[in-house]
């Protein structure tokens, strides 16, 4: 199971997901409360084993710029939070020359009401080319990820296994792996899985102390959950 440590802030935070076994590592260039700037995740990079995928979690739409961030700050993949854009996500992959990996949002709203079209919306995200993941993330009121909560998983486990249908059918091919986020901790990520059957999932806020700081207990016992829910 692919564990994703994301919105860390600080070289001992990142080092401690890596030593625990985490997979990858997030760094927000988003506006929020665990924003950083390419310099300052420069600083952080070059110190994390090879192994440990650094991501970069970006919501602008303008490729100069995720490209300029990436680059500055050492980055191994760029997880996109905005409508999924084929042209976009073809330029990056031109400008990286597949070095760096896309990973796409597709948001699930916690309202369950709001979630009519997301079956459509996730079929052709992975239909999309050039992708290495695609990351469901919980929304609400057009807002994705950094929320704190949950979705309704059971109703997603549907809506997941008619748009990966529809993408097989349509493609023929393998298609991109599925990491989910929102919501989750160390009591409830066995759960997630169980219903979901993800690739992977995603953490912030559920493994902190306070917004930008890792807790290591809750890091700890999260990752523990996930090994014992999903052996690798």
Same mark, same amino acid.
Request: net charge neutral; glycine share 8%.
């Given at each position: 199971?692919?564990?994703?440590?994301?919105?860390?802030?600080?070289?001992?935070?990142?080092?401690?997901?890596?030593?625990?076994?985490?997979?990858?590592?997030?760094?927000?260039?988003? /506006?929020?409360?665990?924003?950083?700037?390419?310099?300052?995740?420069?600083?952080?990079?070059?110190?994390?084993?090879?192994?440990?995928?650094?991501?970069?979690?970006?919501?602008?739409?303008?490729?100069?710029?995720?490209?300029?961030?990436?680059?500055?700050?050492?980055?191994?993949?760029?997880?996109?939070?905005?409508?999924?854009?084929?042209?976009?996500?073809?330029?990056?992959?031109?400008?990286?020359?597949?070095?760096?990996?896309?990973?796409?949002?597709? /948001?699930?709203?916690?309202?369950?009401?709001?979630?009519?079209?997301?079956?459509?919306?996730?079929?052709?995200?992975?239909?999309?080319?050039?992708?290495?993941?695609?990351?469901?993330?919980?929304?609400?009121?057009?807002?994705?990820?950094?929320?704190?909560?949950?979705?309704?998983?059971?109703?997603?486990?549907?809506?997941?296994?008619?748009?990966?249908?529809?993408?097989?059918?349509?493609?023929?091919?393998?298609?991109?792996?599925?990491?989910?986020?929102?919501?989750?901790?160390?009591?409830?990520?066995?759960?997630?899985?169980?219903?979901?059957? /993800?690739?992977?999932?995603?953490?912030?806020?559920?493994?902190?102390?306070?917004?930008?700081?890792?807790?290591?207990?809750?890091?700890?016992?999260?990752?523990?959950?996930?090994?014992?829910?999903?052996?690798?």
């Amino acid at each position: 199971m692919f564990v994703k440590i994301c919105a860390n802030t600080n070289l001992a935070d990142a080092q401690l997901a890596a030593e625990l076994g985490a997979d990858a590592v997030g760094f927000v260039f988003s /506006p929020s409360r665990r924003r950083m700037l390419p310099a300052q995740v420069a600083e952080i990079t070059p110190h994390l084993p090879g192994n440990v995928l650094t991501v970069g979690v970006f919501s602008t739409t303008d490729a100069s710029e995720i490209i300029q961030a990436v680059r500055t700050a050492g980055l191994q993949a760029a997880q996109l939070h905005h409508e999924p854009n084929p042209e976009l996500i073809a330029k990056l992959n031109d400008a990286f020359e597949g070095y760096v990996r896309l990973i796409q949002v597709v /948001p699930f709203n916690v309202h369950a009401g709001d979630n009519a079209g997301f079956a459509a919306a996730l079929a052709r995200t992975l239909t999309t080319p050039g992708l290495y993941a695609v990351l469901i993330d919980a929304a609400r009121r057009g807002k994705s990820g950094g929320l704190g909560m949950a979705f309704d998983w059971q109703l997603a486990a549907q809506e997941i296994h008619q748009a990966c249908n529809a993408a097989s059918t349509a493609t023929g091919r393998d298609l991109p792996p599925i990491i989910v986020a929102g919501g989750l901790h160390s009591r409830n990520v066995a759960a997630a899985i169980d219903v979901l059957q /993800p690739w992977g999932v995603d953490v912030a806020s559920g493994v902190e102390s306070e917004p930008g700081r890792k807790d290591p207990t809750r890091l700890r016992f999260f990752l523990d959950a996930v090994r014992h829910a999903a052996p690798r």
